[in-house]
């Protein structure tokens, strides 16, 4: 079963974004991967980038990603996956307060 975090956010650098959700993961045990990160130029010559960023737990196994896109209007979205077999329920609701904290005056309400 996964558990899935999906956010936009208005006026935050993407690139800040990733960096941020890479240290707030590691402050509950989970090991960020490298990221592979791509930039996509738009019609009007600015550009969208994208962030993929694989998540594992302390043993090494696979336990979700983080995924960012970053929009030639200033956007951000972002999506969260948690296997929950192997991420516990106190390591999801801490790293859901750590988010709401850090970026909640970004976050766009639909």
């Not at 045990?29 to 302390?58: C, D, I, N």
Request: net charge negative; hydrophobic share 35%; with cysteine.
């Amino acid at each position: 079963m996964t558990v899935q975090m999906k956010k936009t956010y208005r006026g935050i650098n993407p690139e800040m974004l990733h960096d941020e959700m890479r240290d707030i993961v590691a402050q509950h045990g989970l090991k960020a991967a490298k990221a592979s990160q791509q930039t996509y130029s738009v019609s009007s010559g600015a550009t969208q980038s994208r962030v993929t960023m694989p998540l594992h737990t302390s043993e090494g196994e696979d336990c979700g990603s983080i995924h960012i896109l970053g929009s030639a209007n200033g956007d951000a979205r972002m999506t969260l996956n948690l296997n929950n077999g192997l991420v516990p329920s106190d390591v999801v609701k801490a790293l859901e307060s750590d988010i709401s904290f850090m970026f909640g005056s970004y976050e766009v309400r639909w």
